[in-house]
């Protein structure tokens, strides 16, 4: 089965910790992407990727980074200088190959909802 | 600054209702416009919209978009309970770039 699996469902962190979130894909997709999901907000970009060794910065990538080693895995850290991180985390891929359509589908995670202690 | 507005913000109905969800947006480089829906957790892709025009269809949901006006629509007719969630519209800007309105939350009441 293809997909796209995030881990943990629910992570706790303690004032000043880092903390990984994790992403991997087994669809083959070049891009990846890692979004933020506030309540009453849409979702907000955090950082992309749409090559190995390579990603760039989305709106809002303070306080947050990743690395992109491998095709299929995108971990992204919350670093202890983001004030704020309590929110609903989402990874999604993306093709950016093939026919017109389902190139610029983007596929999501189940997500990981993050919790400060 | 690019942007997408949904609305309405949120949305209760009675089942066998028809309802119209609204995205518009101002991107530079507009390629395309999704709409998904969200029950509890991943977003699951519903539409692709690149040309105006032309509608889409899938069962009781249909969507279209106007590139003159830049807005796009969602129906869904003869609501479920099971159609409650929200509906999220975003547009690509470029080659990789998506932009997210805020959501509609749709609760259908039995």
């Known amino acids: 089965d293809g997909g796209i699996t995030q881990s943990p469902k629910y992570l706790f962190r303690k004032e000043g910790q880092n903390v990984t979130l994790s992403c991997e894909q087994n669809l083959n997709h070049d891009a990846m992407y890692w979004y933020r999901q506030d309540p009453g907000q849409g979702l907000r970009l955090i950082y992309y990727s749409q090559i190995v060794n390579d990603f760039q910065k989305g709106d809002i990538a303070e306080g947050y980074s990743v690395s992109r080693e491998k095709k299929e895995s995108f971990p992204l850290t919350v670093t202890s200088a983001q004030k704020n991180p309590t929110a609903f985390y989402l990874c999604a891929s993306s093709p950016l190959r093939g026919t017109s359509g389902r190139r610029e589908t983007q596929y999501f995670g189940p997500g990981t909802r993050l919790l400060v202690l | 600054e690019d942007k997408v507005v949904q609305s309405p913000l949120s949305l209760v109905v009675h089942e066998g209702d028809t309802v119209t969800l609204n995205c518009s947006y101002e991107v530079t480089n507009f390629r395309s416009l999704l709409w998904y829906k969200q029950e509890k957790k991943a977003p699951t892709f519903l539409f692709m919209l690149t040309s105006s025009g032309i509608e889409k269809k899938s069962g009781r949901l249909s969507s279209i978009l106007d590139k003159k006006e830049l807005f796009s629509i969602l129906n869904i007719t003869a609501t479920q309970t099971g159609d409650s969630a929200i509906y999220l519209c975003?547009?690509?800007?470029?080659?990789?770039?998506?932009?997210f309105g805020t959501g509609t939350r749709l609760k259908v009441l039995a």
């Open positions: 975003a547009v690509l800007s470029g080659t990789y770039k998506y932009i």
